[in-house]
């Protein structure tokens, strides 16, 4: 085929483009992008202002349906206000089962499942339900997604119905926290932390090599940034976000601060030394520096792949 002919082609295709693209962007424009994508929203015809509305009182929350509540509330930036009484038009935050904010093993994804929520929007109010504390929290977060700007710049919900629940049981984030660059603060943690939950994340793993405190070890990561008091703030501020924070320890040969006081650590604070397990009777390795190893000098990199 020649250039006159590929070039037509081109732009016979690029012009098909163009209609296809033009006759969904207004479909796709009409309501706010929901993220991630639940698995089913029906919209209505109409909208009901939010200036109309008012955050219902929770009968006995727990801390984590309270949570779930100044979520919202802080979410949508002063144009809500709570309710001295259950009023119409109104929001409601409701939760059909235990608290339940955290995973468990053996989890299975479904419109049963634990993080399962529905959203029901109309002229008399919205109410949010959720299976537990979680799916509670989660509903809040697609409810302010789902906030649009009128033609007169006033905010205003669109009349819908939505069930959601995760495609995947666990949802999990690995951080770093410093063996690669500038060690993470605890503040930029909290973060992280925070920026996962609003896309519906349930687990944060704290990569730590040498950072984090150990109970009942007080020899290794003496220096830790991270101590143990600090930890469980962490895993306290987490959990009505709702996630679980995971450590993920890299524990990998004999630390520096154990092989000061250890005296089976042998040669391990010289340049170059390594050791094997003390599975048996300790015996440092002088280990080479470069690939071409002479018996005398074994590759301990090498050594401990065979394993």
Not at 20 to 44: D, F, N, T
Not at 167 to 182: F, H, I, K, N
């Amino acid at each position: 085929m020649n250039t006159r002919k590929w070039s037509r082609l081109l732009e016979i295709l690029t012009g098909i483009a163009s209609l296809l693209l033009a006759g969904s962007v207004p479909a796709l424009g009409q309501h706010s992008s929901l993220l991630p994508a639940p698995v089913k929203v029906q919209y209505g015809a109409g909208y009901i202002d939010v200036a109309r509305l008012c955050l219902a009182p929770l009968i006995s929350p727990a801390p984590e349906d309270a949570f779930a509540f100044t979520t919202l509330l802080e979410g949508a930036h002063g144009a809500l206000t709570s309710c001295p009484a259950p009023l119409k038009p109104s929001i409601q935050l409701e939760r059909s089962g235990p608290v339940a904010a955290l995973p468990v093993p053996d989890e299975r994804p479904g419109p049963e499942s634990r993080e399962a929520y529905s959203i029901d929007i109309s002229a008399d109010g919205v109410v949010v339900s959720g299976h537990s504390s979680a799916g509670e929290y989660f509903g809040v977060q697609t409810l302010l997604q789902l906030i649009e700007h009128g033609p007169d710049g006033a905010l205003r919900l669109p009349y819908a119905h939505v069930e959601d629940w995760p495609a995947l049981a666990y949802r999990a984030t690995l951080m770093d926290a410093g063996s690669e660059g500038p060690m993470l603060t605890f503040n930029e943690v909290k973060r992280q932390i925070d920026f996962i939950a609003r896309w519906k994340g349930n687990q944060y793993f704290f990569y730590s090599e040498g950072n984090i405190e150990l109970r009942g070890y007080p020899l290794l990561n003496p220096q830790a940034r991270f101590k143990q008091q600090r930890i469980q703030e962490l895993v306290a501020y987490a959990r009505p976000r709702p996630s679980d924070v995971v450590p993920a320890l890299a524990m990998y040969g004999p630390l520096q601060a154990r092989g000061r006081v250890e005296a089976d650590s042998g040669g391990s604070m010289k340049p170059g030394a390594c050791r094997e397990p003390l599975r048996r009777a300790p015996t440092p390795l002088r280990c080479s520096s470069s690939s071409n190893n002479s018996p005398r000098r074994p590759n301990c990199f090498r050594r401990r792949a065979k394993r």
